[in-house]
């Protein structure tokens, strides 16, 4: 079983995926839009994104006009 909380684990994980693959765990943006328009109707609070890994999710965010996302991944390798 692979070990998640081992960054060695994610960066090998994304460097074999490359830069066009991309993966959301459980919920998309779209999934959340309700909800998220709901508890955050201040579209400039800044939303910090924990684990964002490759996911579209943060992209899909500021496409919706939050623009105040910070990303955080235990893999250095998906954040730059």
Do not use: Q
């Not at 490359?18 to 779209?30: K, V």
């Not at 109707?41 to 964002?52: A, E, F, N, Q, W």
């Not at 579209?56 to 910070?70: P, R």
Request: with cysteine.
């Amino acid at each position: 079983m692979p070990n998640y909380g081992d960054p060695h684990y994610w960066d090998k994980r994304y460097k074999e995926a490359g830069d066009s693959a991309s993966f959301d765990w459980l919920e998309s943006y779209f999934s959340l839009h309700s909800l998220l328009a709901e508890f955050i109707p201040d579209k400039s609070m800044r939303i910090l994104v924990l684990g964002c890994g490759n996911a579209e999710f943060s992209e899909d965010l500021y496409d919706d006009g939050y623009t105040n996302v910070v990303n955080v991944d235990i893999s250095s390798v998906v954040i730059r």
